[in-house]
């Protein structure tokens, strides 16, 4: 079966520090990869998706990236931290483009941000 | 664009009575519909989804949905609410045009099952 996690659960660092949160998919192969940020337990805002090893698309421009070095690997980087970067931040994957159809997206725990 | 639109913030339930939340949506093309759980500091849970066919789809902890193609909604049901049933519920969309399998969910609905 498939899991996903994500590190580390919690992380409460300074305005302009930089930042590393790191996501893995377990028992799958070439999944479609997201982060979201989720601001004051309500809406999800969609940040990056990725369908392959080294191809990012950044929904909404910010001081935050993104990179996929392995298959199943999504990092979320930044390299100064703001105040509005404190939030929740979700990873998600999903099947890709081979099954020929949409399909859910299956969450990870998630990674409390506290930008203080 | 497809976008989702969840009408109520809050949805208050009496143990043991039916609860809907409801959910609209707006697509190109065929839509490809979720419901999703969160429970306090958890990532999303997955209770169903309409991809085709039935238009009532049974989902995870006795939760169903009824998509209905004429006004563009998918409002999530169950017979009778547990306490346990509160959190925070999300609705999205996507459609088979969507090459990145992209979701839009709504903004969520609070459910609250009060003894």
């Known amino acids: 079966s498939q899991t996903i996690h994500q590190w580390p659960a919690t992380l409460v660092q300074p305005v302009g520090s930089p930042l590393s949160l790191e996501c893995t998919v377990e028992?799958?192969?070439?999944?479609?990869l997201y982060w979201y940020r989720q601001a004051a337990g309500r809406g999800l805002q969609l940040l990056f998706y990725s369908v392959g090893i080294g191809q990012i698309s950044s929904e909404v421009p910010q001081n935050l990236s993104a990179s996929r070095p392995q298959d199943r690997q999504f990092i979320l980087s930044s390299k100064k931290l703001l105040l509005s970067d404190s939030g929740f931040y979700l990873c998600?994957?999903?099947?890709?483009?081979?099954?020929?159809?949409?399909?859910?997206?299956?969450f990870g725990p998630g990674t409390r941000l506290t930008v203080l | 664009a497809q976008s989702v639109a969840q009408p109520e913030d809050q949805v208050n339930v009496a143990e043991g009575n039916p609860l809907t939340v409801k959910c609209t949506y707006s697509v190109s093309g065929n839509p490809y519909l979720f419901w999703y759980v969160q429970y306090p500091n958890r990532g999303l849970q997955f209770l169903l989804k309409?991809?085709?066919?039935?238009?009532l789809v049974k989902g995870s902890y006795g939760f169903e949905a009824e998509f209905n193609k004429s006004q563009t909604s998918f409002h999530l049901k169950k017979p009778s609410a547990l306490v346990s049933d509160s959190a925070l519920y999300f609705c999205a969309v996507s459609s088979h045009n969507n090459a990145g399998n992209m979701l839009t969910f709504g903004g969520g609905t609070r459910l609250m099952v009060k003894p």
């Open positions: 028992g799958t192969s070439n999944p479609n």
């Open positions: 998600a994957w999903s099947l890709g483009l081979t099954s020929g159809r949409s399909n859910e997206q299956f």
């Open positions: 309409y991809i085709t066919g039935d238009n």
